[in-house]
């Protein structure tokens, strides 16, 4: 048995089973980017690296919306051409993405990090409710759009800020009515998300 073999393997076997860990990368997939990458030119190989290590390194949160971001407070909470009346809340940074995409949204944002979920154990303190609250305090604010995906948890989750929002004396509305229930916000086009946000509804 050729000695030099065995750690060459175990490199191959390691980088397989990190892809594999990555969501929608399944092992036939974890194989194929991993024999990709070994042929690849070293530069390729070497800048992939760096581009994953960065985004543990320089990447944080908003300290305003807790939008993922380099700079802190993010480009959307500085801009002076966002509407800083509106604040759509949303569950994931990502969802900010498919909401910008769409062009026409032009207020803030406010990201949870996550959705109420008793089953899971997931209560309001363990999302960024509180900074919500906190924002809405300010007094500048006078529609909150609650983006929260249209599934079980989002739906609980607009409730429960709903009832705590709405006595504030600020417009609450619901953005994912009319998207289809149980989908997620990051994977809805933009005609849908467009009309979702247009004909968003009074909750
Ligand atoms: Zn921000």
Same mark, same amino acid.
């Given at each position: $048995?050729?000695?030099?073999?065995?750690? @060459?393997?175990? @490199?191959?076997?390691?980088?397989?089973?990190?892809?594999?860990k990555?969501?929608?990368?399944?092992? #036939?997939?974890?194989?194929?980017? !991993?024999?990709?990458?070994?042929?690849?030119?070293? *530069?390729?190989?070497?800048?992939? @690296?760096?581009?994953?290590?960065?985004? #543990?390194? #320089?990447?944080?949160?908003?300290?305003? &919306?807790?939008?993922?971001?380099?700079? /802190?407070? &993010?480009?959307? &909470?500085?801009?002076?051409?966002r509407?800083? !009346?509106?604040? &759509?809340? %949303?569950?994931?940074?990502?969802?900010?993405?498919?909401?910008?995409?769409?062009?026409?949204?032009?207020?803030?944002?406010?990201?949870?990090?996550?959705?109420?979920?008793?089953? *899971?154990g997931?209560?309001?303190?363990?999302?960024?409710? #509180?900074?919500?609250t906190?924002?809405?305090?300010?007094?500048? %604010? +006078?529609? %909150?759009?609650?983006?929260? +995906?249209?599934?079980?948890?989002?739906?609980?989750?607009? $409730?429960?800020?709903?009832?705590?929002?709405?006595?504030?004396?600020?417009?609450?509305?619901?953005?994912?009515?009319?998207?289809?229930?149980?989908?997620?916000?990051?994977?809805?086009? /933009? !005609?849908?998300?467009?009309? @979702?946000?247009?004909?968003r509804?009074?909750?």
């Amino acid at each position: $048995m050729n000695q030099d073999h065995v750690p @060459a393997a175990n @490199a191959i076997d390691n980088l397989i089973q990190e892809l594999n860990k990555l969501p929608g990368i399944g092992p #036939k997939s974890a194989q194929r980017l !991993t024999y990709y990458l070994l042929r690849a030119p070293d *530069e390729q190989t070497r800048l992939l @690296a760096e581009a994953i290590l960065s985004i #543990k390194q #320089k990447i944080s949160l908003c300290s305003t &919306c807790f939008n993922v971001t380099d700079a /802190d407070p &993010c480009l959307i &909470c500085r801009s002076d051409r966002r509407d800083r !009346t509106q604040i &759509c809340v %949303v569950e994931q940074p990502q969802d900010i993405l498919a909401l910008e995409h769409t062009g026409i949204y032009k207020g803030l944002y406010h990201v949870l990090h996550g959705a109420i979920s008793p089953t *899971e154990g997931v209560g309001a303190n363990d999302v960024r409710i #509180k900074e919500l609250t906190n924002r809405l305090q300010e007094g500048t %604010v +006078n529609e %909150v759009i609650l983006g929260t +995906n249209p599934n079980l948890e989002g739906e609980q989750t607009a $409730m429960y800020l709903n009832h705590l929002i709405a006595p504030l004396g600020i417009r609450v509305t619901r953005l994912a009515r009319g998207l289809p229930f149980g989908t997620e916000l990051e994977y809805a086009d /933009d !005609t849908t998300l467009t009309r @979702a946000i247009e004909g968003r509804q009074e909750f």
